[in-house]
């Protein structure tokens, strides 16, 4: 009997060694296995997915086999490890080992999205409604409640963005790209605002968000930014109005067809800073980190009156009859290649306004603005949001009008 107790004991372990050797063959053979693929493939892992129903899904596609064994491998070598969500890229050649240790890292494929410095709100939702692999959540919904979906219901949505390139997995939703950027812009201004001048006229940050959306719009070129900005702080210092061509833009909305005339700068929307007094009521665009500093920062000087060269730079003068000058020199004897904004490197330059519509900039005296401008493309206008208060027109000593050049 004790010798049968013993063979018996022996066959159960020769059995069980062989058993554990062929387990560990097994094992091995599903790790080492290559992927079923014969071209690069992405692995899409909603969230909440488990690694064991996600080897279940590939087995299943035929992209793999032994599920059951790999799912094994992860239990008692991955405990308590998590699946991240989002896309993981296959290769053909790629083991399942491979795969494993992709999701071990997190190695998740990653997107971007570029928020562009003058966007306006308008733009930002039409750039986040076209990238596929964002989860769209705001389809449908105004403005207004973005902002609610947001956390920040009440808060008008212009110039609340930081521009910048945004980094996602699929999966991330709009609404949490968008709270990126929101919080990215409060990060943004708040350390600008610390830093800022001590004579700037503004009592809170949103003015100087304004500034410098006014900044952002009215020239591409890095160093006049901090010019620009001293010529709008000095005019509402003395009383003079803005009279920037942006605002007007802004404030007729989808009725701006790609050019001005004398009577829609005359006319009294909040945003017609050729009719009201002092910045506009909100910003209008996004703008970027220079922006904001040269808003906050204005470059000293005693110039009131610029006008656009034709290159995108601009002249600056000090008083109104040397600012017509600059405005029948560049203005009414336009070049051939002019341009509103700087041309890039190798590609020609996407205009603020269009090429054949004069660019008036402030100060310039409406008798300098043709009556009709020659028909050009219509440029895409912002949409104002009809929430925004009218602001009533402030009476403001505005210099007199010079006569129009023969």
Known sequence: MRRKLLLLLETGLVLAGLALGASAWKLNSALEQPLNLT??????????????????????????????WLRLYWRFNMEGQPLHSGEYRMTPGMTARGLIGVWQRGEVVQYSLTLVEGWTFRQVRAALAKHDKLEQTLNGLSDSEVMEKLGHGGVFPEGRFFP?????????????????????????????????????????????????????KETGVPQERGQIAGVFVRRMQVGMLLQTDPTVIYGLGERY??????????????????????????????????????????????????????????????????????????????????????????????????????????????????????????????????????????????????????
Do not use: C
């Not at 080897?55 to 599920?67: I, P, S, W, Y």
């Not at 390139?165 to 699929?170: C, D, E, I, Q, S």
């Not at 990126?180 to 201004?189: C, H, I, N, P, W």
């Open 39 to 68: 071209q690069e493939q992405l692995l899409d892992v909603p969230a909440g997915s488990t690694p064991g129903g996600t080897f279940n899904r590939m087995e299943a596609n035929g992209v793999l086999k032994d599920a059951f």
């Open 164 to 216: 910048d390139t945004y980094r996602f997995v699929r999966g991330m939703s709009d609404a949490e790209l968008l709270e990126k950027a929101y919080s990215r812009l409060d990060e943004v201004l708040a350390k600008e605002w610390n830093k800022r001048s001590a004579d700037v006229p503004y009592t809170e940050p949103y003015q100087a968000l304004i500034m410098a959306s006014l900044v952002e």
């Open 257 to 406: 067809n790609g050019k001005l005339t004398r009577a829609l700068l005359k006319e009294a929307t909040p945003y017609n800073t050729y009719v009201i007094s002092g910045l506009p009521p909100t910003p209008i665009s996004m703008v970027g980190r220079e922006a904001i500093h040269a808003a906050l920062n204005p470059v000293p000087g005693s110039s009131l009156y610029f006008v656009a060269r034709g290159d995108g730079s601009h002249v600056f003068s000090d008083d109104l009859d040397a600012h017509n000058n600059a405005v029948r020199e560049f203005q009414l004897k336009r070049r051939a290649d002019y341009r509103s904004s700087p041309a890039p490197a190798g590609s020609p330059a996407a205009s603020e306004f269009p090429e054949s519509t004069p660019v008036v900039s402030p100060g310039t005296a409406p008798a300098a603005v043709p009556q009709e401008s020659p028909e050009e493309p219509s440029q895409e206008a912002p949409q104002v949001n009809p929430e925004v208060p009218p602001q009533a027109p402030v009476e403001t000593p505005v210099e007199p009008e010079p006569k129009s050049p023969q």
